[in-house]
């Protein structure tokens, strides 16, 4: 089979940097991971969904065509899923009862507030839209005919709690994670649910019969909900066939998940599930894991939304920077301070715009001086994300170029400033970081604060026209004092909301 040595990624399955080799050569169809839509994501669930949009982009900027899916997962995921068959409660029922599912009516209600929640942080980070985003309640039906066709095969067995994947049955399992012995196993899988029919404690439900709970379907085996494991086989499966070429997600999801994925799925079929697999590792905060306790809990949404309406004022591309800034095979430890260096970093790709422009506007001849340095530096970008998602050296290649088109300041003509404006284009669909890529929301009022911030500008203006410079730096202090950053420019005076980091 024809291979394309142009992108290598590591493969968790064979611990290895290999080339990325579609069954169908140029058409990489792939698989992520998504969230549980309980609450909002935090900023570690988008590092490791950031390592699929990268993914996505690489693929896409050599030409390839390409097929990705990414789910939503609404139902069956217990609370102790670092076990193989978790006990414990769906975290869907669990966040229902919260103090913040308190205000909603069911957790239907629920799982639709957080997907859109999802939906609009994917787009603030200027993540790329799936080709298909499953949910797991909208493909119960297959789930269950999977269930029924792994009876039939001798890999599932009924008891009076549930359905149970056989794990003996397949002697492959453990074949991702490496824990292949029996021993391992047993104790990866110690406090699992207690089925005294159960045949082998490494056993995995695929149906969990419960008439209580607050998501549940008439089954062959009666009511109940499916495992969490056995909702993305089907899911995968439904949209990209029954061989994947790649499949990721966060380290966490090697063991269990993703295991059970693979002896589910290869039960099914007899075929490689996924030849590819990629994992992103961990992220800490400030040295630490995060955590709601140690006060370094991230939402997207917490960082991103203006100080006004309670959020710290970060720039959304700013924080997609920081996120990829690191290798994502390295655990990567999130920094206010790093926030703060990608922040400094974004402002001078919108001043490298904002000259680019007044220079096409201005059309000063010349010969473009620019198109052949700035499309190496493109190429060795790209050359970078091709060798295993280099992140760190792309971006670098990326602020070199930041600076030759700053070098020119106003003496950039118009053929090197129509280069710049493509260079710049094509950097950001490499890496999403120079220029939002979906329209901004609808405002839906006008914001009193910006009108505030405008009103004090205008009168600032009229006093320095006046000559009443006393009154004009009043008004910066007041301004000032407000949080806000006031430049003054030619075409007069630009202000920003300073971040609160």
């Given at each position: 089979?024809?291979s394309?040595?142009?992108?290598?990624?590591?493969n968790?399955?064979t611990?290895?940097?290999?080339?990325?080799?579609?069954?169908?050569?140029?058409?990489?169809?792939?698989?992520?991971c998504g969230?549980?839509?309980?609450?909002?994501?935090?900023?570690?669930?988008?590092?490791?969904?950031?390592?699929?949009?990268?993914?996505?982009?690489?693929?896409?900027?050599?030409?390839?065509?390409?097929?990705?899916?990414?789910?939503?997962?609404?139902?069956?995921?217990?609370?102790e899923?670092?076990?193989?068959?978790?006990?414990?409660e769906?975290?869907?029922?669990?966040?229902?009862?919260?103090?913040?599912g308190?205000?909603?009516?069911?957790?239907?209600?629920?799982?639709?507030?957080?997907?859109?929640?999802?939906?609009?942080?994917w787009?603030?980070?200027?993540?790329?839209?799936?080709?298909?985003?499953?949910?797991?309640?909208?493909?119960?039906a297959?789930?269950?005919?999977?269930?029924?066709?792994?009876?039939?095969?001798?890999?599932?067995y009924?008891?009076?709690?549930?359905?149970?994947?056989?794990?003996?049955?397949?002697?492959?399992?453990?074949?991702?994670?490496g824990?292949?012995?029996a021993?391992?196993?047993?104790?990866?899988?110690?406090d699992?649910?207690?089925?005294?029919e159960?045949?082998?404690?490494?056993?995995?439900?695929?149906?969990?019969?419960d008439?209580?709970h607050?998501?549940?379907?008439y089954?062959?085996?009666?009511?109940?909900?499916?495992?969490?494991?056995?909702?993305?086989?089907?899911?995968a499966?439904a949209?990209?066939?029954?061989?994947?070429?790649?499949?990721?997600?966060?380290e966490d999801?090697?063991?269990?998940?993703?295991?059970?994925?693979?002896?589910?799925?290869?039960?099914l079929?007899?075929?490689?599930?996924?030849?590819?697999?990629?994992?992103?590792?961990?992220?800490?905060?400030?040295?630490?894991?995060?955590?709601k306790?140690?006060?370094?809990?991230?939402?997207?949404?917490?960082?991103?939304?203006?100080?006004?309406?309670?959020?710290?004022?970060?720039?959304?591309l700013?924080?997609r920077?920081?996120?990829?800034?690191?290798?994502?095979?390295?655990?990567?430890?999130?920094?206010?301070?790093?926030?703060?260096?990608?922040?400094?970093?974004?402002?001078?790709?919108?001043?490298?715009?904002?000259?680019?422009?007044?220079?096409?506007?201005?059309?000063?001849?010349?010969?473009?001086?620019?198109?052949?340095?700035?499309?190496?530096?493109?190429?060795q970008?790209?050359?970078?994300?091709?060798?295993?998602?280099?992140?760190?050296?792309?971006?670098?290649?990326?602020l070199?170029?930041?600076?030759?088109?700053?070098?020119?300041?106003?003496?950039?003509?118009?053929?090197?400033a129509?280069?710049?404006?493509?260079?710049?284009?094509?950097?950001?669909?490499?890496?999403?970081?120079?220029?939002?890529?979906?329209?901004?929301?609808?405002?839906?009022?006008p914001?009193?604060?910006?009108?505030q911030?405008?009103?004090?500008?205008?009168?600032?203006e009229?006093?320095?026209?006046?000559?009443?410079?006393a009154?004009?730096?009043?008004?910066?202090?007041?301004?000032?004092?407000?949080?806000?950053?006031?430049m003054?420019?030619?075409?007069?005076?630009?202000?920003r909301?300073?971040?609160?980091?």
């Amino acid at each position: 089979m024809p291979s394309d040595p142009s992108f290598r990624l590591y493969n968790t399955l064979t611990n290895t940097v290999e080339p990325v080799v579609p069954r169908e050569p140029g058409h990489l169809r792939f698989y992520a991971c998504g969230p549980t839509v309980y609450a909002y994501a935090h900023i570690g669930n988008f590092r490791s969904f950031l390592t699929a949009d990268l993914i996505l982009r690489t693929a896409q900027a050599l030409g390839w065509r390409t097929t990705y899916v990414t789910n939503i997962t609404d139902v069956g995921h217990l609370t102790e899923d670092d076990l193989s068959d978790p006990s414990g409660e769906d975290r869907m029922m669990k966040a229902l009862r919260s103090k913040e599912g308190q205000r909603f009516a069911n957790i239907w209600d629920l799982a639709r507030f957080y997907t859109q929640a999802l939906l609009e942080d994917w787009r603030t980070l200027n993540l790329r839209e799936p080709d298909v985003r499953p949910r797991a309640t909208e493909h119960v039906a297959q789930q269950i005919r999977a269930i029924e066709q792994l009876v039939r095969q001798g890999h599932a067995y009924e008891t009076r709690q549930g359905v149970y994947f056989h794990v003996p049955s397949f002697p492959d399992y453990g074949k991702l994670s490496g824990n292949r012995e029996a021993g391992q196993l047993d104790r990866a899988v110690r406090d699992v649910v207690v089925d005294p029919e159960k045949r082998d404690p490494r056993d995995f439900a695929l149906w969990k019969k419960d008439e209580k709970h607050l998501m549940q379907w008439y089954s062959p085996w009666g009511w109940g909900f499916p495992g969490w494991h056995i909702e993305c086989s089907v899911m995968a499966m439904a949209y990209l066939g029954e061989e994947l070429d790649l499949h990721t997600g966060g380290e966490d999801n090697i063991f269990p998940h993703h295991e059970c994925e693979i002896a589910q799925s290869e039960s099914l079929t007899g075929r490689p599930f996924a030849r590819h697999w990629v994992h992103t590792r961990f992220l800490q905060v400030e040295g630490e894991k995060m955590s709601k306790s140690a006060g370094n809990f991230f939402t997207v949404r917490e960082l991103v939304r203006p100080e006004h309406e309670g959020g710290r004022g970060v720039d959304p591309l700013a924080l997609r920077m920081a996120l990829i800034a690191g290798h994502y095979r390295q655990p990567y430890n999130f920094t206010l301070q790093t926030l703060k260096a990608s922040l400094k970093h974004v402002e001078r790709f919108r001043e490298a715009a904002a000259n680019v422009e007044a220079a096409l506007e201005a059309g000063r001849p010349g010969e473009d001086r620019l198109g052949s340095r700035l499309e190496a530096l493109y190429t060795q970008a790209l050359a970078a994300l091709c060798d295993d998602l280099n992140t760190p050296e792309a971006i670098a290649r990326t602020l070199e170029g930041t600076r030759l088109i700053l070098g020119f300041k106003e003496h950039l003509n118009a053929a090197s400033a129509r280069s710049a404006r493509a260079w710049m284009e094509r950097m950001n669909a490499l890496l999403g970081i120079l220029a939002p890529e979906h329209e901004a929301p609808p405002a839906h009022a006008p914001d009193p604060f910006a009108e505030q911030v405008e009103a004090l500008l205008r009168e600032r203006e009229a006093a320095r026209k006046a000559r009443d410079f006393a009154r004009a730096d009043a008004l910066r202090d007041e301004l000032t004092a407000l949080g806000i950053e006031v430049m003054d420019t030619p075409e007069g005076p630009r202000w920003r909301k300073k971040t609160r980091l």
